[in-house]
């Protein structure tokens, strides 16, 4: 059964920054972020595909960088100049290797537990 763990959230300052990871137990075609604040639908933040094209949702365009270590099978989310309005639960999502498909529309097969964004101003 496939794995995904997430780690490395927490509480930043405002303009602050974060790497939060992402450990796959196996290796995945397609890896993303979402997140999801209170009250709010999930949003895709990021992908990225088996060829490194990555791809962001327009909040974080600019801010965020998405990576993976094919190696470690983790994922990474850099996060710079934070704002309140980025605090969420951030979520890694997967693809398997039977995917032909990669992209923020893209539905996923395998999710993680989540872990905690806040942004403080």
């Known amino acids: 059964q496939v794995q995904l763990v997430e780690s490395g959230g927490g509480s930043v300052q405002d303009g602050g920054s974060l790497t939060i990871s992402c450990s796959a137990s196996?290796?995945?075609?397609?890896m993303a972020w979402f997140r999801q604040a209170p009250g709010t639908e999930r949003e895709a933040v990021a992908v990225?595909?088996?060829?490194?094209?990555?791809e962001y949702g327009q909040a974080v365009k600019g801010r965020f960088t998405i990576s993976q270590d094919d190696a470690e099978n983790t994922l990474y989310l850099q996060m710079n100049n934070l704002k309140p309005e980025d605090t969420a639960m951030y979520y890694c999502?997967?693809?398997?290797?039977?995917?032909?498909?990669?992209?923020?529309?893209?539905?996923?097969?395998?999710w993680g537990k989540g872990t905690l964004v806040t942004i403080s101003s």
């Open positions: 196996e290796d995945m075609y397609c």
């Open positions: 990225i595909d088996p060829t490194g094209r990555t």
């Open positions: 999502a997967a693809l398997g290797p039977a995917a032909d498909h990669c992209d923020l529309g893209t539905g996923m097969d395998y």
